[in-house]
């Protein structure tokens, strides 16, 4: 049941953003999506594998959005620093996406689980991503780099950067120094 799964999966993420996960009842779920308790049930097998499922949805939304940043028909630079945006973006709008960068949960957000990729993986997920997306010269080390330099606007909130902030930003990391090689 693809749309019964999905809608019992939005009705979840919608219960998530009005309360913490605790409080948030199977019953409740199951009649926001139009759905039988027991389809539920028969879906995710519990609270648990609803929570997982939500949590591994949120990684799989994340990559989509990286995705459609290194698709655009730019420069690599505008692509990574697209790159870092939509992470900044998501992660601050997503509790989920923000837990699964960073590795911090808290008691409000459902458990990872198994099936959750953790923030080394995802980050290695979008640097392999940047691979097959640029040209080898274009390096998807430099977009691993973008990933990073976006975290530390999650982790350390401040002003939220735009993609010319954070390209500038990319530019002047990436930029060969001066002093390169002089002893």
């Known amino acids: 049941m693809p749309a019964a799964r999905e809608s019992l999966l939005e ?3 919608a219960a998530l953003c009005a309360r913490p996960w605790p409080s948030v009842r199977m019953v409740e779920v199951a009649a926001a999506a139009g759905v039988s308790r027991q ?21 799989d939304r994340y990559l989509d959005g990286v995705d459609r940043a ?10 990574l620093a697209a790159v870092a945006e939509w992470t900044v973006r ?11 960068l960073t590795g911090s949960w808290d008691a409000d957000l459902p458990a990872a689980g198994r099936r959750a990729p953790a923030p080394g993986e995802l980050a290695r997920a979008v640097r392999d991503r940047a691979a097959a997306a640029l040209t080898p010269g274009e390096g998807p080390q430099r977009c691993e780099l973008a990933v990073r330099l976006a975290l530390s ?4 909130p401040g002003e939220e950067p735009g993609a010319a902030e954070l390209l500038r930003l990319l530019r002047q990391l990436s ?4 002093t390169a090689g002089v002893r």
């Open 11 to 13: 009705a979840a993420g």
């Open 39 to 59: 389809t539920l049930y028969n879906e995710f097998g519990g609270k648990a594998g609803l929570g997982s499922a939500l949590v591994r949805r949120e990684a």
């Open 70 to 79: 290194l698709a655009a028909p730019a420069q690599a630079a505008e692509r």
């Open 90 to 100: 998501a992660a601050r709008a997503q509790p989920l996406v923000r837990a699964l």
């Open 153 to 156: 606007y999650v982790i350390a």
């Open 175 to 178: 930029a060969p120094t001066r």
